[in-house]
Structures are given as C-alpha cells and as structure tokens.
C-alpha cells in the first residue's frame, strides 16, 4: 500500500517533469529562432543557454531510477 502511493507520487511528479521539460525546450527553440542569420559576425556570444532543460532531464533521470527501484 506505501509502495503504492509512492510509485504514484513519483509518476505523478515525472509527469510534471515531462511538462516543464516540454516548455523549457519551446523557451529555448523560441530563443534559437530569434538569433538573426548575421549574429555570428555580429557578437562573440551567440548561443542559447540549455541549463533549465538539463536539469530537468536529470531530475526525470532521478525519478525513474527511484521508480525502478520501488517496482523490484
């Protein structure tokens, strides 16, 4: 019954993972996009930072590890 409610909390929460992973990737496509074609020559920094979205991949990494160990 524990168990149960923690492997639920932890597919409850990897959801809610998936979703913010899912908008920090449109965030950072959107910021890609905005980079106009001449910026290279323009500014020595042209890259869009993926720090959110790492993070969050690791997070999920997290979870499922706890949920495979829960599920043995």
């Not at 899912?22 to 965030?27: F, I, L, N, T, V």
Request: net charge positive; hydrophobic share 30%.
């Amino acid at each position: 019954m524990k168990t149960e409610l923690k492997l639920d909390r932890l597919r409850t929460k990897r959801r809610e993972l998936e979703d913010k992973l899912m908008e920090a990737e449109r965030q950072e496509t959107g910021r890609f996009s905005r980079i106009p074609w001449g910026a290279g020559m323009r500014w020595s920094k042209i890259s869009v930072s993926t720090r959110r979205s790492d993070s969050l991949r690791e997070r999920i990494a997290k979870v499922d590890k706890q949920i495979t160990e829960l599920t043995k």
